[in-house]
């Protein structure tokens, strides 16, 4: 009985200080990962936009940037592309383009709000200063079992990572019809603030005029976002000179 007992805990005392081995690697391997992410660099962000969006240093003068704040895990914020700014408004009017809340993203259409005829289109890596308009193929807002509203082309903008718990854009580009029936084309650049809090999501964008089409009242063809120099009177032409 005396040997068996000791073979027993021959067998028990290595598995105990193996299991207890595994135990405190684990426990090393969470608090040095916890400590890394406390001590890491706070993400690249920006301070929410003042004012209307702003052109962007080494972009074309027709691509401007805003940041919106969209902290709130409540409250939608509005953006109008017609005015270039968030605007206080509400989910039934039909005056702002785009809707934010942390990460999602709504267009002014759809089941968000069946009134409106915006809707989006994942043009995915096509540079934003390159891309073009589509002829079709906008997606409305769709309610989705889980999830709730969101927009098919604009809810996954983003990749998330698992690890450090960062969110960064996909950036893709993105082409949306907004209110006035014109094409803006969109491509996100960051998702935190400018002290490394997030929810500040910043955007660029530009407006695509197309010479073909009419604008309804309201809208802003691309021209008439950059300021235009008037242009010189042209001489008159001196009248033709009467025959001998």
Not at 73 to 88: A, D, M, P, Q
Not at 126 to 131: F, G, I, K, V
Not at 196 to 208: A, E, L, Q, V
């Amino acid at each position: 009985m005396s040997s068996l007992a000791g073979t027993r805990r021959s067998i028990v005392k290595p598995v105990v200080l193996g299991i207890g081995a595994i135990l405190l690697l684990i426990a090393l391997l969470i608090g040095a990962w916890a400590l890394w992410i406390m001590l890491r660099p706070a993400p690249a962000g920006f301070a929410p936009t003042s004012g209307q969006a702003l052109t962007v240093v080494g972009q074309p003068p027709d691509v401007v940037q805003y940041t919106i704040d969209a902290r709130s895990r409540k409250e939608w914020v509005y953006f109008s592309f017609v005015h270039g700014t968030n605007v206080s408004t509400s989910q039934d009017a039909l005056d702002w383009d785009l809707a934010f809340r942390r990460t999602d993203v709504l267009t002014n259409g759809g089941d968000t709000n069946p009134q409106g005829q915006a809707g989006a289109v994942d043009l995915e890596r096509a540079p934003l200063n390159e891309a073009a308009a589509p002829s079709g193929g906008f997606l409305q807002d769709m309610t989705h079992e889980d999830r709730g509203l969101e927009n098919p082309a604009l809810h996954n903008w983003y990749n998330y990572d698992w690890t450090s718990h960062i969110i960064t854009s996909k950036n893709h580009t993105y082409a949306l019809r907004i209110s006035t029936g014109e094409v803006v084309l969109l491509t996100f650049v960051s998702y935190y603030c400018d002290d490394g809090s997030p929810g500040c999501i910043t955007f660029r964008y530009r407006h695509i005029q197309d010479p073909d089409r009419t604008y309804s009242s309201g809208s802003r063809p691309l021209d008439s976002l950059v300021p235009q120099a008037r242009p010189e009177a042209s001489p008159e032409a001196p009248e033709a000179s009467a025959g001998p």
